[in-house]
């Protein structure tokens, strides 16, 4: 019985600390695009897939998703919304980039900002 105990106890600990550290990472990842929100308008543009109107609006719109996504990782709040929403976006980019290499273009992801200008 105690040792079930510390077990579920061992495997909520790390599901909070995972879910404290991807909110960071999501949060971290906003603040770094919003430093420079035209490298990571210039970086969305790279993967050349979107017109002006759709870069302006989702070089703004990212960061935000990425900032209410960690704010709700990191306060337990929604996490069932949060974690979705978090795997939605990862799977999108990377879907995206995963084809653009198969095309043969070099794209940088600028997961965040322009801490990230190197090429893929």
Request: some cysteine; aromatic content about 12%; hydrophobic content about 60%.
């Given at each position: 019985?105690q ?36 490298a ?14 759709q ?7 990212f ?45 940088s992801?600028?997961c965040?900002?322009?801490?990230t200008?190197?090429?893929?």
């Open positions: 019985m040792v079930q105990i510390k077990q579920m106890i061992s495997t909520k600990s790390l599901l909070i600390g995972l879910r404290i550290f991807f909110g960071a990472v999501f949060l971290f990842s906003a603040i770094m695009k919003f430093t420079d929100l035209n990571f308008a210039v970086a969305l543009g790279k993967f050349k897939m979107l017109n002006e109107w870069l302006d609006f989702l070089s703004y719109f960061p935000i998703i990425e900032v209410i996504v960690g704010m709700l990782l990191i306060t337990n709040i929604k996490t069932n919304l949060a974690s979705n929403t978090a795997l939605g976006l990862l799977s999108l980019f990377t879907a995206v980039i995963i084809a653009k290499i198969f095309e043969g273009e070099e794209v992801c600028g965040f900002g322009s801490l200008n190197i090429q893929l």
